[in-house]
C-alpha cells in the first residue's frame, strides 16, 4: 500500500526544461523501483525512467540524454529532470512505484504541455 503524488507539471516551450516530482507515502519500505510513465490521447503508455532503490537506472530511448531520473530515499521522492523538451514529450506523465509485495501502483498523473 503505497500513495503518490505528483507535481512539477505545465507548460513548456519547445527546447525548455521541467522537473517533476513523485511523493510516495505509506507502505515505502516495500518500494524497490520507482520510475515514471507518460501517456498521450490515443497513444499506449510508455516508460520514460525508472530507478531502483540502489540508483540503477534505466531510461527509455526517447529519454536517454534529455531526462534524468534521481531519487531521494530519504524523502520519498524520486524526480524526473527533463531538458531540451520536444512536442512528442507532451503527455501525462505517472510515477509509479512497484513492490514484490503488492506490484505496481501509480499516481494520479501531471500533465506536462510541450507547444510554442
Known amino acids: 500500500q503505497v500513495q503518490l503524488v505528483e507535481s512539477g507539471g505545465g507548460l513548456v516551450q519547445p527546447g525548455g526544461s521541467l522537473r517533476l516530482s513523485c511523493a510516495a507515502s505509506g507502505s515505502t519500505f516495500s518500494i524497490n523501483t520507482m520510475g515514471w510513465s507518460r501517456q498521450a490521447p490515443g497513444k499506449e503508455r510508455e516508460l520514460v525512467a525508472s530507478?531502483?532503490?540502489?540508483?540503477?537506472?534505466n531510461y527509455a530511448d526517447s529519454a536517454k540524454g534529455r531526462f534524468t531520473i534521481s531519487r531521494d530515499n530519504a524523502k520519498n521522492t524520486v524526480y524526473l529532470q527533463m531538458n531540451s523538451l520536444k512536442p512528442e514529450d507532451t503527455a501525462v506523465y505517472s510515477c509509479?512505484?512497484?513492490?514484490?509485495?503488492?506490484?505496481?501502483?501509480w499516481g494520479k498523473g501531471t500533465l506536462v504541455t510541450v507547444s510554442s
Open positions: 509509479f512505484a512497484r513492490s514484490a509485495g503488492y506490484g505496481m501502483r
Open positions: 530507478i531502483t532503490s540502489g540508483g540503477s537506472t
